[in-house]
C-alpha cells in the first residue's frame, strides 16, 4: 500500500504562485507513475498533470500547459506540481494520484492510489 500526503494548496491572488507537494509514505513509489488531477465545484476530475517514474516524461492538461510544471525527486519519495500564473479557473481541489503500470496516464480510473486532496483558491 502506498499512502500519498497532499500539501501546499491555499488561497492566492490572480497571477500568483503554488507549489503542491505529494509525498509517498509506507512504500517507495520511484517505480510509479505521479499524476495530478482536480475537481472544481459542480465539475467532474479532471487530469492536471502525470510524470513517468524516471521523471523522463511529462504530460499536461491543455489548460495548464506552459504555466504548471510538475517534477519529482525519488529520494525524498515526492512529486511537485508548481503552479505558475494562476487564474480563478484553476480553483478546485488538487489530488495527487500514483500507480504502477499505468495504462492511461490522463485517466483517473487507471490509478489506485490516491491523497486527500488539497484546496487551491484563486482570487480575482
Known amino acids: 500500500q502506498v499512502q500519498l500526503v497532499e500539501s501546499g494548496g491555499g488561497l492566492v491572488q490572480d497571477g500568483g504562485s503554488l507549489r503542491l507537494s505529494c509525498a509517498a509514505i509506507?512504500?517507495?513509489?520511484?517505480?510509479?507513475?505521479g499524476g495530478w488531477f482536480r475537481r472544481a465545484p459542480g465539475k467532474e476530475r479532471e487530469f492536471v498533470a502525470a510524470i513517468t517514474w524516471g521523471g523522463y516524461s511529462t504530460y499536461y492538461a491543455d489548460s495548464v500547459k506552459g504555466r504548471f510544471t510538475i517534477s519529482r525527486d525519488n529520494a525524498k519519495n515526492t512529486v511537485y506540481l508548481q503552479m505558475n500564473s494562476l487564474k480563478p479557473e484553476d480553483t478546485a481541489v488538487y489530488y495527487c494520484?500514483?500507480?504502477?503500470?499505468?495504462?492511461?496516464?490522463?485517466?483517473?480510473?487507471?490509478?489506485?492510489?490516491w491523497g486527500q486532496g488539497t484546496q487551491v483558491t484563486v482570487s480575482s
Open positions: 509506507g512504500r517507495t513509489f520511484s517505480r510509479y507513475t
Open positions: 494520484a500514483a500507480d504502477d503500470g499505468v495504462l492511461d496516464i490522463r485517466r483517473g480510473a487507471s490509478y489506485r492510489y
